[in-house]
């Protein structure tokens, strides 16, 4: 298998990894786990895995499933365990001494994966086991079948099949990857915090409701800005407090901050960094026999091939711009009436977006949110569509802790009472949390091991001083029913074998059923239970929520433009040869423009939900080439709504159907026959066009 570059020591008794953890549901124990625990650890799960997998290629017995896939599926436990508490807490809380322990195992784990996927004699295993199931004509159990496949499909893609001299450049490439990726995060996370807009004159602060303004105050306060205000950045290009802020300068302000990052010519310029990972991964999907690295990602996906993508994101531009722009002419008119003579701007869109709303629709997002406090969304909204839907039920652990004094546990009883799993909340923003929403797992849920899930879910919504509730925007309310949608997908899964929990699936298939878990945000039922009035006690007025329904393609223009800009740009860096690469950090803006232009996405007034320089989906997060995944899966997602409205909506027994046939299935399935067991074909993109206003009129 080739020597470590690192030495590993005997991991230590003391060390809370040492031993699997005695909490429920095998939690880490947190109160234990110090930062110098992890470095030790994942050196010593890579030593001891390597061992495992070295008695499993050499062993003289022939291949069968028990001795070479589950004994691989056995393997790796010590490593598991700490890398999945280290990347947890890693993106959540990410100090200087977690960020040192990333730069240096980084590279470490990407030859410890290359060891394991390139080793030769474990190949000739696999395929000898393959071969006699042929000969014998024995059938596998399905899953096992399936296990049997995607770990042939590994080996090739992992480049078993290369010369000698293409497997060295290979380890190479993929060590300097994983070290760049870490990097990019790092710069991202950086440079967001440096460019966090501070405002010292509080007239600017004009339409901003008095919680944000008290959490903008309590931000600045934390960075030493006494009696002023911070308004820290989110991801994506548009920020929620455009559309709230009057002052049309701050609104400039902030975008400007926003589609700034990572340009910025310092020591947070993430631009030489995305260059070496678009270069290194063209290399790599040539060496790997490919065209370009989106054609890599697509062969393993759902979509099947780039050309298949392509031709659904190109498919659903032209509809998609021309709404915008004519929502952009309504937005320009109600411009005219504050600043006669003035042009749309990119800062202005969202502001005048909700301003053209509560003209035609009495709607007010500062008013909404009184009605949408945290913890009513989350038990009588999030917990209460999951009880209705799966007969599940939630009650939060004060004696156990997460990994930064923010987090939140619950036990989650499955419907017979039994003991489920454990979910985390982790809701507020941090300076050393990187931006975005996500979901991870700490444990997945495997008979074969006999564990059971432990998830996680992470927002960034803004921390209210203390003893102040935690009032959302409706965007942050769909968030957080779709992060949940992901944590359903971990805690319902009832799979055999590790690798196939859960989220264990394909890139353009792990969106689908959180997707579909945002339809509950706006069941009659559920948001009539949550949508509250957080002070009074008052429901949120009957017509709001009508308003609230029939307002669902507002927008739809904007949204998918700003989408596609952003996944056509993805798919134009990755369909790149490695020649072809800008070298100059300067032609980044270069090409992007020219992208974006050739897509026929090119709205000034409409910039990509994610500029190149700050998309950390596919320069950070494990998306490259594949952030058409959302929309790739929102056909599905859609297909699957109509579903649940053609059988009754919000009842058990259609929770009971898409858990057993979907939910629950995890990885151990081809997915998109679990779609075709779930509706009986297969998917239809009508739904999708409708919902986003796109069908042909």
Do not use: C
């Amino acid at each position: 298998m080739g020597p470590m570059t690192s030495d590993a020591l005997p991991l230590a008794a003391s060390n809370p990894f040492a031993r699997a953890s005695d909490l429920p549901y095998g939690l880490p124990d947190f109160r234990e786990l110090g930062e110098e625990h992890y470095l030790p650890a994942l050196l010593a799960g890579m030593a001891e895995q390597r061992a495992e997998v070295e008695a499993i290629a050499t062993d003289p017995a022939d291949p069968t499933v028990e001795n070479t896939l589950e004994a691989l599926e056995r393997s790796g436990r010590l490593l598991h365990r700490a890398a999945s508490a280290f990347y947890v807490q890693s993106g959540a809380e990410s100090t200087p001494g977690l960020q040192d322990v990333e730069e240096q195992v980084a590279p470490l784990l990407a030859e410890h994966s290359d060891a394991i996927w390139l080793d030769a004699r474990l190949h000739a295993r696999v395929e000898a086991l393959a071969a006699r199931v042929a000969d014998d004509g024995a059938e596998l159990a399905p899953d096992t079948a399936w296990l049997l496949h995607r770990t042939r499909t590994r080996f090739a893609r992992a480049g078993v099949g290369l010369g000698e001299a293409d497997q060295q450049r290979l380890r190479a490439i993929n060590a300097e990857i994983t070290t760049l990726d870490a990097a990019f995060g790092r710069l991202l996370l950086a440079g967001a915090n440096a460019a966090a807009v501070l405002v010292t004159d509080e007239a600017e602060l004009d339409g901003l409701p008095d919680d944000a303004r008290d959490a903008a105050a309590q931000a600045a306060a934390a960075r030493g800005h006494e009696g002023a205000w911070l308004i820290e950045l989110q991801l994506p290009t548009q920020q929620s407090v455009l559309s709230l802020l009057r002052d049309r300068g701050l609104r400039e302000r902030v975008m400007t901050a926003s589609t700034t990052r990572g340009a910025t010519g310092d020591e947070h310029d993430t631009r030489s960094t995305l260059l070496g990972l678009v270069r290194l991964r063209a290399e790599r999907a040539r060496l790997l026999g490919f065209e370009h690295h989106a054609a890599y990602v697509a062969a393993d996906a759902t979509a099947g091939s780039a050309q298949a993508v392509e031709e659904m994101l190109t498919r659903l531009a032209p509809a998609a711009v021309a709404n915008a722009r004519a929502e952009a002419a309504d937005l320009e008119h109600a411009l005219q009436a504050d600043h006669p003579g003035a042009s749309l701007e990119p800062w202005d869109w969202s502001y005048y977006a909700g301003r053209v709303r509560q003209e035609r629709r009495a709607l007010d997002e500062a008013e909404l949110r009184p009605y949408l406090e945290l913890e009513r969304v989350l038990a009588d909204g999030v917990f209460l569509a999951a009880n209705r839907l799966y007969g599940l039920t939630f009650a939060e652990r004060h004696d156990l802790v997460g990994y930064h004094p923010d987090v939140r546990v619950f036990e989650v009883f499955d419907a017979d009472g039994s003991g489920l799993g454990l979910f985390l909340g982790d809701w507020w923003t941090r300076p050393a949390k990187r931006g975005g929403a996500w979901m991870n797992s700490l444990v997945d849920q495997s008979a074969l091991l006999g564990e059971a899930p432990v998830v996680v879910n992470n927002l960034n919504v803004p921390q209210p001083p203390a003893g102040q509730p935690t009032l959302l925007t409706w965007d942050e309310v769909i968030t957080l029913f779709h992060e949940f949608g992901h944590a359903l997908h971990g805690l319902l899964s009832a799979v055999r074998y590790p690798s196939q929990s859960g989220t264990s699936v394909p890139r353009d298939f792990v969106e689908y059923p959180s997707q579909v878990n945002e339809m509950w945000a706006l069941h009659p039922e559920v948001i009539r239970s949550y949508a509250v009035h957080h002070e009074t006690g008052e429901p949120m007025p009957e017509q709001w929520i009508e308003t609230l329904i029939a307002s669902q393609q507002d927008g739809e223009g904007f949204a998918t433009t700003e989408y596609l800009a952003a996944a056509l740009l993805d798919q134009a860096w990755y369909r790149l040869a490695p020649q072809d690469v800008p070298t100059a950090p300067e032609q980044v803006e270069e090409f992007e423009a020219r992208a974006l232009r050739d897509a026929g996405v090119d709205l000034r007034t409409v910039p990509p939900r994610y500029r190149t320089t700050y998309f950390n989906h596919i320069f950070g997060s494990g998306y490259s080439a594949g952030y058409y995944a959302y929309i790739w899966s929102e056909v599905l997602d859609a297909d699957t709504v109509d579903w649940f409205a053609e059988n009754g909506g919000l009842r058990r027994e259609n929770g009971d159907v898409f858990r057993a046939r979907l939910l629950g299935r995890g990885g151990s399935i081809d997915p998109l026959q679990a779609f075709r067991d779930l509706r009986g074909r297969d998917p239809h993109i009508e739904p999708l066009l409708v919902r986003r206003g796109l069908a042909a009129r």
